[in-house]
């Protein structure tokens, strides 16, 4: 199935887009439904329930302080990085709901973690409560953050599952179709996705301006992460290193250095500066999550530095075609399997992101469409059983250094590709296939729960 490229990359808070964007959304929808039924002005008290992944990892991926910014009836972009509003929050306890009613909140007991107790539904489950001041329920929904910062409400969980496709020109379900679509075209995968949102948001022109954007808040991540130093928030003292990266890389040009393997260095330090960004709560841009939103920006960078493009036009349309190409890619992966941690490990996230920056990747550098499906397809076959096993739920460790290897490894897929034919037994199909099941037979304690695998031993050995 279809989805819309503004779907796949959209602008969230860090540190993760199942965990901080999508019950962000979910609090907002909640509150908005309040206030469309006329009872928001009669909430006294609100209550949280938080299931499965978001209770044992909540904490440390900012799940609390994102459901409070829902709450408040903020959208990510709203959020003013220089204001502290969880601290005024705190000291006030007071919060203002919908941005126009003060009510009473606690952290400390006004969301509850219930670690024990995972939904059916989805492992990322969250139920609101509102009440008078009576105690009497106002409206109470459960929502499930299923993945990119998506949602679905306990009733709308099937139709997610089910749900009603965009109305384009080119729909498709697999990677077969998708190719045969293109071949009896005479499309590039990119110029179909084109197509397609044109079709869903109209004028080209304004299209490619919102793509743009998106690949500059993606690049803006890197030069800021590259410029601040200091320690990671959470509390296991992760020093940030992009910054202390960038300078000895400078220095060694300074001394003349002549290592054949500086493109390698580049791509660590740009993948580390965005990832430090995200692990901070920064804006960032779901690539396709927010804990491998540093993988896509860097083999980006490395496209716009090492790729022979003659003019800022030729650079603009090669991001533009490296996105368009990335999102029909994540489109299979979310049609056939998932991109949640929680749901089949890390390989939905950073083995996804490298799949699809290695298609992108090969596509910005001339590759047909053939070669696209191979790169993609040989990124993700060596991610396949990738856990996400983060320490104290913090997307830190290891998560920031598996967005590096995952750009060098996608730089590589693109690579091989472009040296072959396009001609490959293994189908990327047959891989998202793959991944599907080794995600859904990991031990629950490697999908993003914190209680085993590195999360575990790092601490105990």
Not at 67 to 76: R, S
Not at 249 to 259: E, G, I, K
Not at 351 to 359: D, H, P, Q, T, W
Not at 433 to 460: F, H, P, V
Request: neutral net charge.
């Amino acid at each position: 199935m279809y989805y819309s490229l503004f779907e796949i990359f959209s602008i969230g808070i860090g540190p993760s887009s199942s965990h901080t964007v999508g019950p962000m959304k979910a609090a907002k929808r909640f509150i908005d439904n309040l206030q469309n039924s006329d009872k928001l002005q009669n909430v006294a008290h609100l209550k949280t329930h938080l299931y499965g992944s978001l209770a044992l990892t909540g904490i440390g991926h900012g799940t609390l302080n994102a459901i409070a910014y829902g709450f408040m009836g903020l959208n990510a972009e709203d959020i003013n990085p220089q204001t502290d509003y969880i601290k005024q929050i705190k000291e006030s306890g007071k919060l203002n709901i919908g941005g126009n009613h003060n009510i009473a909140f606690s952290f400390d007991t006004d969301i509850v973690l219930e670690k024990h107790i995972c939904l059916t539904e989805h492992s990322n489950g969250m139920k609101f409560t509102a009440f008078d001041s009576k105690g009497n329920i106002l409206l109470e929904e459960t929502y499930f953050s299923v993945g990119g910062g998506t949602i679905a409400r306990q009733d709308e969980i099937h139709a997610r599952i089910d749900r009603k496709p965009y109305d384009v020109p080119y729909q498709f379900n697999s990677c077969h179709e998708l190719m045969q679509i293109c071949k009896q075209n005479k499309l590039t995968i990119s110029e179909l996705v084109l197509q397609n949102e044109k079709s869903i948001w109209g004028r080209r022109s304004t299209i490619s301006k919102q793509i743009l954007k998106l690949a500059n808040i993606m690049q803006e991540n890197i030069d800021i992460g590259m410029q601040k130093d200091g320690y990671l928030p959470g509390g296991l003292k992760v020093k940030r290193h992009a910054k202390e990266m960038y300078d000895r890389l400078q220095s060694r040009f300074a001394s003349n250095s002549t290592d054949s393997l500086t493109a390698i260095d580049w791509i660590n330090i740009w993948a580390f500066a965005v990832a430090e960004e995200n692990a901070c709560g920064g804006r960032m841009v779901t690539a396709p999550t927010m804990g491998s939103a540093g993988l896509i920006p860097a083999v980006m960078r490395y496209m716009e530095r090492y790729g022979k493009f003659l003019s800022e036009t030729e650079k603009k349309n090669a991001s533009i075609t490296f996105l368009a190409t990335a999102s029909a890619i994540c489109s299979l992966y979310r049609t056939n399997a998932s991109i949640s941690g929680a749901e089949v490990g890390c390989q939905g996230e950073v083995g996804v992101a490298c799949s699809m920056a290695a298609g992108g990747l090969t596509a910005a550098f001339g590759g047909n469409n053939a070669q696209i499906e191979n790169a993609a397809e040989i990124a993700m076959e060596h991610n396949l059983g990738l856990t996400c096993d983060p320490i104290n739920g913090l997307v830190q460790v290891p998560c920031i250094e598996r967005n590096a290897m995952g750009a060098i490894k996608a730089v590589n897929a693109a690579r091989l590709a472009l040296q072959r034919t396009g001609t490959h037994i293994v189908s990327l199909d047959s891989i998202i296939k793959t991944m599907y099941e080794t995600g859904l037979s990991l031990n629950s304690d490697y999908k993003e729960t914190s209680l085993a695998g590195i999360a575990k031993n790092a601490m105990n050995c």
